[in-house]
């Protein structure tokens, strides 16, 4: 029985050394959950066209570390996305701040939207109606429909 | 009537030039944020006698350029010639980042190919790296008497780059 207890205390030992005091691993895997979906909001400067959560390039993982090493701090998201904007700029952000530079690329589909809007009704409102239709060119397609 | 039928071509060129513009940009050139700047402070032990170490703040009152390198980057041997004679000519005095690197590799490498650098420091867990906002080896920046970065370029220093933009830039902080 001893000899079983013993067992179950070494063997737990490891992953309540990993996490801290026992209790702390539901607080780890909350803080885990907050690194990754930080990670899914930030570049990777060395693939660019993936996400630092996706990225398994020894950069990515060293500043996936830093996240991780920030939000166990106690630091707040804001605080680790302006820690990586000061040194990578905002393009480490996927999802880019509004700013004067930037307008054209958050109006820009409402503004293309608001140009086919209205190229469409202009269309539709120089297209000749069929009561336009002479009194001669009534009758010419009535007969030609007639079965 | 006439007219109409010419806007898809003119829509077309717009496009074309658009993209063209677009296809011709370097995703690859992320514009820096330290760009007028304070540098980040570091203080680092130097590569040839870690008992000494070296602060970004000694350097303050002269111009200088920091070049991020490691002895397993390919693209670093590229342009290492071109650093080498910068150092013989006494353009500039190079500080040397050694990035994550094995300070014995750095130390073979440096022998075999001449040492460039006034000073080199050893970043080995590349903490200074991520400071500078580094992503892709070598890195190279300049830096103003005041500690303020100027210039920053990625990836190996080309000859056409340090008469293009390097060089009028020294001359005009030193100006």
Redesign the interface.
């Known amino acids: 029985m001893v000899r079983a207890l013993l067992l179950a205390m070494a063997l737990t030992a490891g992953a309540a050394q990993a996490a801290g005091p026992a209790g702390d691993v539901a607080a780890d895997t909350v803080l885990e959950a907050r690194v990754q979906q930080l990670a899914a909001e930030l570049r990777c400067l060395v693939c660019q066209n993936q996400s630092l959560a996706d990225s398994h390039a020894d950069l990515a993982v060293q500043l996936k570390g830093q996240v991780r090493e920030q939000l166990r701090a106690g630091r707040s998201e804001q605080q680790v996305i302006d820690y990586m904007t000061q040194r990578y700029g905002d393009f480490v952000l996927y999802r880019p701040p509004l700013k004067a530079r930037t307008v054209l690329l958050w109006g820009g589909p409402a503004l293309l939207l608001l140009l086919g809007a209205g190229s469409l009704a202009w269309g539709l409102r120089a297209r000749p109606r069929a009561a336009d239709l002479t009194d001669a060119e009534s009758s010419r397609a009535a007969a030609l429909l007639e079965p | 009537m006439k007219k109409r039928l010419f806007l898809p071509l003119a829509f077309f060129v717009v496009l074309a030039a658009v993209l063209g513009v677009g296809l011709s940009l370097n995703?690859?050139e992320?514009?820096?944020?330290f760009i007028g700047r304070p540098a980040p402070a570091f203080s680092l032990p130097q590569l040839q006698d870690p008992a000494l170490r070296l602060g970004a703040g000694e350097l303050k009152g002269q111009v200088w350029m920091l070049n991020v390198w490691a002895s397993w980057c390919a693209p670093c041997r590229e342009e290492h010639p071109l650093l080498v004679s910068l150092a013989r000519e006494q353009a500039v005095p190079i500080i040397g980042l050694n990035y994550?690197d094995d300070p014995r590799n750095a130390q073979e490498w440096l022998l075999r190919l001449g040492d460039p650098y006034k000073v080199c420091v050893i970043d080995r867990d590349?903490r200074a790296g991520?400071?500078?906002?580094v992503?892709?080896v070598p890195e190279t920046f300049v830096i103003d008497r005041a500690g303020i970065v100027r210039f920053k370029h990625v990836g190996p220093l080309t000859q056409e780059v340090w008469t293009r933009e390097v060089q009028p830039l020294l001359q005009q902080l030193r100006g």
């Not at chain 2, 992320?30 to 944020?33: C, D, N, R, T």
Request: glycine letters at 22%.
């Open positions: 995703p690859r992320v514009s820096s944020p994550k590349g991520i400071d500078y906002g992503y892709g």
